[in-house]
């Protein structure tokens, strides 16, 4: 069974960081694609980045570009979010996703995974 535990989340100030965490477990690590999307209240689910962890190739949107990291720990079949310069625009329930026919990250993260984590919430004040 395929299950995804994120953590992490918590309230900061702007400029602010955080690094979010999702433990993955029940399907193989090293050959898929893993993301992170977010939802803010009245908003619908978008995507924040994805990482093939058989390459490694990333990918993110223009609004998160140059603060946002997304990176794997094989060993552990974890994922991490390290969120940088936060903004209260990025105040969302942050999920880990993956979908076990897509080991492209560009694929996952313009389609919507069929595997998802249970969510954190960030919270950024101004």
């Known amino acids: 069974e395929v299950q995804l535990q994120a953590s992490g989340g918590g309230s900061v100030q702007a400029g602010g960081s955080l690094r979010l965490a999702c433990a993955a477990s029940?399907?193989?690590?090293?050959?898929?694609?893993v993301g992170w999307f977010r939802q803010a209240p009245g908003k619908e689910r978008e995507w924040v980045s994805c990482?093939?962890?058989?390459?490694?190739?990333?990918h993110y949107p223009d609004f998160v570009k140059g603060r946002f990291t997304i990176s794997s720990d094989k060993a552990t079949s974890t994922v991490y979010l390290e969120m940088n310069d936060l903004t209260p625009e990025d105040t969302a329930v942050y999920y880990c996703?993956?979908?076990?026919?897509?080991?492209?990250?560009?694929?996952?993260?313009?389609?919507?995974?069929?595997?998802w984590g249970q969510g954190t919430l960030v919270t950024v004040s101004s």
């Open positions: 029940g399907f193989t690590f090293d050959d898929v694609a």
């Open positions: 996703a993956t979908d076990l026919g897509h080991s492209s990250s560009y694929a996952l993260c313009h389609s919507r995974p069929t595997n």
């Open positions: 990482l093939s962890t058989n390459n490694d190739i990333t």
